[in-house]
């Protein structure tokens, strides 16, 4: 089958190279031309023989939608654009509606897997209407693990992106819990070893998981993580998590725990907690400290 793949990046690149492993054909644009394989969008549409299936993997907000307006203009009916990013799923009904009025349909594919999918594969959370999907099967089976799971036909347009999110709110919150763990036992003197400790928890734990085996991964390259700044950002899931957590009365106190915990780790000082230092003072009398 052939393909057109908008962005080559971290995600997209690695794609290319295991779809053309599966035996497809891969055509890629990138505006960074050290990795496209075409000048253009335009050139890219071209190329592709119709009816067109074209994948977008470039970051939410601003540049899918960007992307998503210049294939309105280029396709053909019965042409179909995945967008393989992580984007809001609210974003996906306006996609598939200013696509299907041109009569191109439109399939959410929330894709995991990180840099490791190359080799390791990516698992597909995808939206759309069935026809659609099924067009895109032979690609989501080259993209997917092995074995019997790693994809999922989640539901109509939208529902590969909200489970995406929920995925990466759950990533955010399993994060943290390892995080905090870590933290506390490098705090105290009884554990001489905590890498080791963290190695241990790898076979035969409750608690055993992938993101154990890279937090281990990390602690191997840099035992106390000296090297880095506490720092972290964040590009959007978590929060899309929690506002969907609001509109729908469902209490996610981890996972919105550990976004705040990352909106903390921005601040060099902390100025909510020069308010609570000056009440303790102004109530109690507490000691405070001196910010000079
Ligand atoms: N890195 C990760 O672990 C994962 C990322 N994603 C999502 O996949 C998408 C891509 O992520 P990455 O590959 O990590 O980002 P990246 O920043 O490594 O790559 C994005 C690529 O898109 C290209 N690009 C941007 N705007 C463009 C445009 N208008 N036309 C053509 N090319 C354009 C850039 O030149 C760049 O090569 C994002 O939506 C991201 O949130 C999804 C799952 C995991
Ligand atoms: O989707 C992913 C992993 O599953 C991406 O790595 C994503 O960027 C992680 O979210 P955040 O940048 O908010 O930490």
Redesign the pocket.
């Known amino acids: 089958m052939q393909l057109g793949l908008?962005?080559?990046?971290?995600?997209?690149?690695n794609m290319r190279e295991r779809i053309r492993r599966a035996g497809h054909t891969v055509i890629g644009?990138?505006?960074?031309p050290d990795?496209s394989d075409v000048k253009s969008?335009t050139e890219l549409v071209e190329k592709l023989e119709g009816p067109r299936v074209v994948w977008v993997?470039?970051?939410?907000g601003a540049?899918?939608q960007?992307?998503i307006d210049e294939l309105k203009s280029l396709l053909s009916p019965g042409d179909v654009v995945v967008d393989?990013?992580?984007?809001r799923w609210t974003d996906d009904e306006k996609h598939a509606e200013e696509l299907g009025a041109k009569g191109i349909g439109f399939v959410d594919a929330?894709?995991?897997?990180?840099?490791w999918g190359l080799e390791n594969g990516y698992a597909l959370m995808v939206g759309g209407d069935k026809e659609h999907v099924d067009r895109l099967r032979p690609i989501f089976d080259a993209l997917k693990p092995e074995g019997p799971y790693g994809y999922v036909h989640a539901g109509k347009v939208g529902a590969g992106h909200f489970s995406?999110m929920v995925h990466n709110g759950i990533e955010y919150a399993m994060m943290q819990a390892y995080a905090e763990g870590w933290e506390l036992l490098e705090k105290v003197d009884s554990v001489t070893d905590v890498r080791e400790v963290f190695r241990s928890w790898q076979e035969g734990t409750v608690i055993r998981s992938w993101l154990l085996d890279l937090a281990v991964n990390a602690l191997d390259e840099d035992e106390h993580l000296d090297k880095l700044r506490g720092y972290a950002e964040d590009?959007g899931e978590g929060r899309w998590t929690v506002e969907a957590a609001i509109d729908n009365a469902v209490p996610l106190p981890a996972i919105t725990a550990s976004l705040f915990a990352r909106f903390a780790s921005r601040q060099d000082d902390s100025p909510q907690m020069k308010m609570i230092a000056a009440l303790r003072n102004q109530f109690g009398g507490h000691a405070v400290e001196s910010a000079e």
């Open positions: 908008i962005g080559l990046g971290k995600m997209g690149g644009y990138d505006r960074n990795v969008l993997m470039v970051p939410a540049p899918t960007s992307v393989g990013g992580n984007s929330g894709v995991s897997g990180g840099v995406k590009s």
